[in-house]
């Protein structure tokens, strides 16, 4: 018996993998799942980083003094100097200041500065991008005690700046 002349001689065709083919809607698909990852991540960290944040500058042995149209001082109030402590809000939430005080090295005490003459507490918003300016005078604060400044928020959240003296 002649297999050839029975049949035509078939080629084995053996397949390795099914491997569909890949079109542009699927090209599509891929890049907005790779996009929309990308944005959710992007949004998370912007939730996780949108908080106030604060600057604090303190400074002492400062002097009130005035100045005419031309710039020139016309009025100094002598021997008396203050602490100012400068606040600015850098971040992107606002935030209510309720209290700023002095970490002393002597004791535990602390200087409170945002109750009025009536003892009612004053608070202050800063807006994101806003600063405001404190003043305390040095006679009621040694800054050779201070350690650290200390600003508290409506929340109880407790901002600090440590403090060096120098002379």
Do not use: C
Not at 106 to 121: A, E, N, Q, V
Not at 141 to 164: C, H, M, N, R, S
């Amino acid at each position: 018996m002649n297999v050839a002349t029975n049949s035509a001689i078939q080629p084995i065709i053996v397949k390795v993998a099914n491997i569909p083919s890949v079109n542009a809607t699927d090209y599509a698909a891929w890049a907005g799942f790779v996009l929309s990852l990308l944005l959710a991540i992007f949004e998370l960290w912007k939730f996780l980083n949108d908080k106030p944040k604060l600057k604090i500058t303190a400074r002492y042995n400062q002097e009130i003094m005035a100045f005419n149209e031309y710039g020139d001082i016309t009025n100094r109030a002598t021997g008396k100097t203050f602490w100012t402590v400068d606040v600015a809000n850098t971040g992107s939430k606002s935030l209510i200041i309720t209290s700023i005080s002095f970490a002393r090295r002597d004791t535990k005490k602390m200087s409170m500065l945002t109750k009025d003459y009536s003892g009612h507490i004053k608070k202050y918003t800063l807006i994101s991008g806003d600063n405001h300016s404190y003043t305390i005078s040095d006679e009621l604060l040694d800054p050779k005690k201070v350690i650290e400044v200390q600003i508290f928020d409506a929340t109880g959240k407790i901002y600090k700046k440590k403090l060096k003296y120098s002379k």
